[in-house]
């Protein structure tokens, strides 16, 4: 177990609709990552929130949004949802310090289906 | 887009024999990780490996590194069935975390009971 949790387990949401996911990173990390994992694929990097600000984004449209609190959970949030948006979401919590991230801890996932 | 290629897609041996994943990548690394996932829940860390290092070793895992080839290979020594699961490398360019973490596709290991 890594600590990491996240919620829903699993949810279901209809094209157009939007869908906020939860994540709680390990204790004594400072920075939560998301990732996208089509089903048969690799996860792929959404954006890292470090100090409750945006710290790295991947190949992904503005409608995917974040939030990270000061106790550094954090929130994916997927407006308009379309059918590909149909994936495993997995956070993961590191720790930056001396600009050197150190190893990502990933949490559960929360599988998220589009109808 | 996916940095790393696994090698092979699927393995499939018997429980007892070692297993081989190679993994490659296209750009300069500050490191690279090797995590397992079983049945698509959420991935579990198995080992880094930096940039200035060759070989890597923590139990039953042998990690290799060869930077001018852009490679890595995972091995497995004496394979358990509780071994079956999917197999990613995974690379960080900068160590900042900045880039996230670059995945390939994985390598379904089976191990026959």
């Known amino acids: 177990e890594t600590g990491v949790t996240q919620s829903p387990t699993h949810l279901i949401k209809t094209r157009g609709q939007q869908v906020t996911l939860r994540c709680s990173s390990q204790?004594?990390?400072?920075?939560v990552s998301w990732y996208q994992q089509a089903l048969g694929q690799g996860p792929q990097f959404i954006f890292q929130y470090y100090r409750e600000e945006e710290n790295g984004r991947g190949n992904f449209p503005p409608r995917f949004s974040g939030l990270q609190f000061p106790n550094y959970s954090s929130e994916l949030n997927v407006n308009a949802l379309e059918l590909d948006d149909s994936a495993l979401y997995l956070c993961a919590s590191s720790s930056i310090a001396g600009g050197h991230q150190e190893t990502q801890y990933f949490g559960p996932g929360t599988r998220l289906l589009v109808l | 887009s996916q940095q790393g290629e696994e090698d092979p897609q699927a393995l499939s041996i018997q429980e007892g024999e070692n297993a081989t994943m190679n993994c490659s990548y296209k750009t300069s690394i500050n490191n690279l990780q090797w995590y397992r996932q079983n049945s698509g829940r959420g991935l579990v860390h198995l080992i880094l490996?930096?940039?200035?290092?060759r070989e890597k070793h923590s139990g039953r895992l042998r990690v290799t590194l060869d930077t001018s080839k852009k490679s890595s290979s995972l091995l497995i020594t004496a394979s358990r069935a509780a071994d079956t699961a999917s197999y990613f490398c995974?690379?960080?360019?900068?160590?900042?975390?900045?880039?996230?973490?670059?995945f390939g596709k994985g390598t379904h290991l089976i191990i026959q009971p």
């Open positions: 995974a690379t960080d360019a900068r160590g900042g975390g900045a880039d996230g973490l670059t």
């Open positions: 490996i930096r940039s200035n290092e």
């Open positions: 204790s004594g990390h400072n920075t």
